[in-house]
């Protein structure tokens, strides 16, 4: 069947479904983009994830070395021997027999330990586990670094002060067999600041840290290294050092820099919060091409399918969408009498047919438009009176009406036209009608961005928006423009009105505030007879009555309650604000107004629970002596110096029962420590107070948590049970409130650095 036989509107469907087809090739591009940079993410998080398992456990294990250090100073065999002084050229045989003895243990529970030694400097010997070298230079021919004499070792090493120090790799030569080795070295005793007494230096293979490296070698073809704070390499799995110092652009490590890629090469780095050590890994970006070809191959099989069947589908669809087209075709040559001409295609003619509904679709399109002025209207009169809440909600209207404004910042203000006081007659009502009309055209010449709206039949509202933070009162840029305005409505069409301008509003939702302010100045100018330009302001200086609402009282109250003075002294100067410098008070007005603040702190003094018989008096003296004779920065300085008084009583007493609070928390854990229930909800429950209070408090009092503080007290206490060697460790376990041997073994070793049974038997 050839290709024309098929009607023209199947083949148009059919050209427009295979085109539509494409859509699944682009779908498969993207998902093969979108897999391929999930299999990276994937990539690099597992990486990261081996980093941070291998920074973990290296930081654990050298924290067991440290430990073991620790250890050895806190041996009072080993302190006594370091301390004794060699007389006649004899040792102390014994001691140093035992001590050989006591430390082989350690090296045959830690494999981090099966290489190190301790120099005493007063015996000028050498303590391994093995065997005691009474001349270090016997120690040095068998255990020396490659390249180093036994001047430098000993400067290095045996007469040097070590606090923590770890050497990087170096090759090292231990009998007659080599390999590299880090050093970690401690000087004994622990807070050596000059020539120690003594050095422990342990000895680690590389190979022991490069085993825990090494799976991201083998498992992706690449390489790591570690470096520490000073950029000496560490230790290094699958490339040489001469090869890291020529390594560009590494990553610091830190939170926002630690994946780079460089010539092919993924770098990956993370930083030790603890040591400052950076761990980097670096993977050829071939390994991670080769899982995204299997997806690019997935992604091809199942893109193919689909265009096959979108094929099928886009045949019977377009059969199935012409054939009603078709009809409707010649529904219009039967039914209305016309053929279709030659050129024009199926769509024209249909087009064509239905020219009149398009008329009538204009014809509404208009008198929705005639509507628009009905609905801005509306919305600038729901803004006045605070309708609109919401942000969304004003941007929502702003686009719906065809609003355009500067910013959020502006004035608003009410013109009414004067010399009208009978709006109820007809003939008025039409007068005032076309004065409103006027008003609106002239100020729209005047300022085409003013949102004006009828309010009443003598006021007219208008909003003026601002892209900065507009001046008020006389002067301002309004100012001088509501002037022109006024000299010009009287000129040409002696109309005499009146302006009320409320303050400046900062956000759109303030507008009906200022729309208040405006409804006062007007007010007030009738009232006054005033004729021209009313501030809201100026209508305030005028105000016989001070302004101190209860809701203005019962902050402050609640402020100096809580012991927040600056919070205090704030909400001071906003009430002195209104009352001292919008307001012209008489003096009446301003003595009622400082009785009115005299008996808020009253209200406060007289509540006994913040303070004693002897500070109330004192307060309630100082309060007296205030005077309203006294200026308006005067009697604030009186004022705030009275209230940093009370916050300072109520601050020290709070202060004093919540130390009361944790010295029974502490009395209450010394006396049930023992108790494996023991739970910060017993704990508020014995002592009254919300659990989240506790907690919070003990923090702040002690600088530590509550659990970690209770932790130390049953470990300090399984310690000294561990030394009196009676109680098995199962026993002890019990006393000191744990459920099981594990969870105790698992704690005791997080705190001491070591297991119950090593603590116990170097105890003893």
């Given at each position: ?9 199947f ?13 699944p ?5 993207a ?16 990486s ?9 456990i ?15 100073a ?8 370091i301390s004794e002084?060699?007389k ?10 035992k001590?050989?003895?006591d430390i ?9 330990l ?7 400097s ?17 120690f040095f ?12 070792w ?19 030569i ?8 880090i ?7 622990l ?17 022991k840290?490069?085993?825990l490296l ?8 690449g ?56 761990y ?7 390994s991670?091409m ?14 193919a ?6 094929l ?9 969408n012409?054939a009603?087209i078709?009809r409707?075709l010649?529904?219009?040559s ?5 053929e279709?001409?030659?050129?024009r295609?199926?769509?024209?003619f ?6 009149n ?7 509404l399109?208009?008198?929705l ?18 309708e609109i809440?919401s942000?969304?909600e004003i ?12 910013g ?11 010399g009208?006081?009978d709006s109820?007659r ?25 949102l ?9 509202a ?6 900065s933070e507009?001046?008020t ?11 022109q ?16 301008i ?5 956000h ?9 302010e ?6 007030y ?9 009313i ?15 209860i809701?203005l ?6 402020t ?9 002294k ?10 001292f410098v919008e ?5 009446e ?9 005299k008996g808020t702190?009253l ?10 018989e ?8 100082q ?25 300072d ?8 029962l919540?130390?009361?609070?944790v010295?029974e928390v502490?009395?209450f ?10 739970t ?16 919070q408090l ?11 503080y209770l932790?130390?007290?049953r470990?300090?206490?399984a310690?000294?049970l ?19 041997a ?11 650095g ?11």
């Amino acid at each position: 069947m050839k290709w024309h036989s098929f009607s023209p509107i199947f083949r148009n469907f059919l050209i427009s479904y295979v085109i539509v087809l494409l859509i699944p090739l682009i779908a498969g591009y993207a998902s093969y983009r979108t897999s391929l940079n999930f299999a990276e993410s994937m990539f690099i998080e597992n990486s990261l994830m081996t980093l941070n398992q291998t920074k973990e456990i290296l930081e654990q294990r050298f924290a067991e070395v440290e430990g073991f250090t620790k250890q050895l100073a806190i041996n009072e065999d080993l302190r006594q021997l370091i301390s004794e002084r060699k007389k006649d050229n004899r040792y102390n045989v014994y001691g140093l027999w035992k001590t050989a003895r006591d430390i082989t243990s350690y090296s045959q529970t830690n494999d981090y330990l099966s290489n190190f030694y301790i120099y005493m400097s007063n015996y000028n010997v050498i303590i391994t586990p093995k065997s005691i070298y009474h001349r270090p230079e016997h120690f040095f021919e068998l255990n020396h670094y490659k390249g180093m004499t036994f001047s430098q070792w000993e400067e290095t090493l045996l007469n040097k002060n070590h606090q923590n120090e770890i050497i990087p790799q170096r090759p090292f030569i231990r009998n007659k067999q080599e390999s590299t080795v880090i050093t970690f070295a401690q000087s004994l005793p622990l807070n050596s600041f000059n020539k120690p007494m003594a050095n422990v230096v342990v000895l680690i293979d590389e190979e022991k840290i490069g085993n825990l490296l090494g799976n991201i070698f083998k498992q992706y073809g690449g390489w790591s290294f570690i470096t520490d704070n000073k950029s000496n390499t560490l230790v290094s799995n699958g490339i040489k050092e001469q090869d890291i110092t020529k390594l560009t652009n590494i990553p610091s490590g830190e939170s926002e820099d630690k994946i780079r890629m460089h010539d092919g090469v993924l770098l990956i780095s993370i930083r030790s919060d603890l040591s400052g050590w950076v761990y980097t890994a670096g993977i050829p970006q071939k390994s991670l091409m080769e899982k995204a070809d299997k997806i690019k191959y997935l992604t091809g099989v199942f893109t193919a399918a689909a265009l096959l069947l979108g094929l099928l589908i886009g045949l019977v669809l377009a059969y199935r969408n012409s054939a009603p087209i078709n009809r409707l075709l010649t529904v219009f040559s039967e039914q209305v009498g016309l053929e279709r001409g030659k050129g024009r295609n199926e769509y024209d003619f249909i087009t064509g047919n239905i020219s009149n509904l398009i008329v009538s679709n204009k014809l509404l399109k208009t008198e929705l438009d005639d509507q628009l002025p009905l609905l801005r209207d509306a919305f600038i009169k729901r803004l006045l009176v605070g309708e609109i809440h919401s942000k969304q909600e004003i941007g929502a209207a702003f686009s719906q009406t065809g609003i355009e404004v500067k910013g959020e910042y502006g004035y608003l203000g009410i013109i009414k036209i004067n010399g009208y006081s009978d709006s109820n007659r007809e003939e008025i009502i039409q007068e005032l009608s076309v004065a409103r009309i006027i008003i609106r055209q002239a100020l729209h010449e005047l300022d085409s961005e003013f949102l004006i709206t009828d309010w009443g039949t003598d006021k007219i509202a208008i909003i003026h928006f601002q892209d900065s933070e507009p001046k008020t009162g006389q002067g301002s840029e309004i100012d001088s423009v509501m002037k022109q305005f006024i000299d010009n409505a009287y000129a040409k069409f002696h109309l005499s009105i009146n302006i009320g301008i409320g303050l400046p509003f900062q956000h759109l939702r303030d507008i009906s505030q200022s729309f208040d302010e405006a409804k006062q100045a007007i007010e007030y100018a009738v009232y006054r007879g005033d004729i021209g330009i009313i501030w809201h302001q100026d209508t305030i200086r005028d105000t016989a009555m001070y302004d101190y609402p209860i809701d203005l009282e019962q902050r402050l109250l609640n402020t100096l309650k809580a012991g927040e003075i600056e919070e205090g002294k704030r909400i001071l100067m906003q009430l002195f604000t209104r009352n001292f410098v919008e307001r012209e008070l008489q003096y009446e007005m301003k003595e009622r107004l400082i009785i009115e603040l005299k008996g808020t702190l009253l209200k406060l003094i007289d509540q006994k629970a913040y303070h004693d018989e002897t500070f109330a008096e004192k307060v309630k003296d100082q309060i007296v002596q205030v005077q309203p004779t006294d200026g308006a920065t005067l009697l604030r300085g009186k004022f705030e110096a009275i209230m940093k008084e009370i916050c300072d009583m109520i601050m020290k007493k709070k202060f004093e029962l919540h130390h009361e609070t944790v010295r029974e928390v502490i009395q209450f854990v010394a006396k049930e420590f023992g108790d494996a229930n023991l739970t910060l909800y017993h704990i508020a429950d014995k002592i009254g107070r919300p659990e989240k209070d506790i907690s919070q408090l003990f923090k702040e009092h002690t600088g530590e948590n509550l659990f970690d503080y209770l932790e130390r007290i049953r470990i300090d206490h399984a310690s000294a049970l561990l030394v009196e060697n009676v109680l098995t460790i199962d026993q002890i376990t019990v006393l000191v409130g744990y459920n099981s041997a594990h969870s105790f073994r698992r704690a005791f070793k997080r705190v001491k650095g070591v297991s119950p049974s090593a603590f116990r038997n170097s105890a003893n």
